[in-house]
């Protein structure tokens, strides 16, 4: 594996674990239950 095949799957990683709590913040959001 090279270095670049690396930092496109830890930036991958990085974006599926960031926009979980994006995601959710957005539904509750939508609902009003901020």
Do not use: D, F, Y
């Not at 930092?7 to 901020?34: E, F, R, T, Y």
């Amino acid at each position: 594996m090279n270095i670049g095949e690396l930092i496109a799957q830890l930036a991958s990683l990085i974006l599926i674990v960031a926009s979980g709590p994006i995601i959710i913040g957005l539904l509750a959001l939508k609902q009003g239950n901020l």
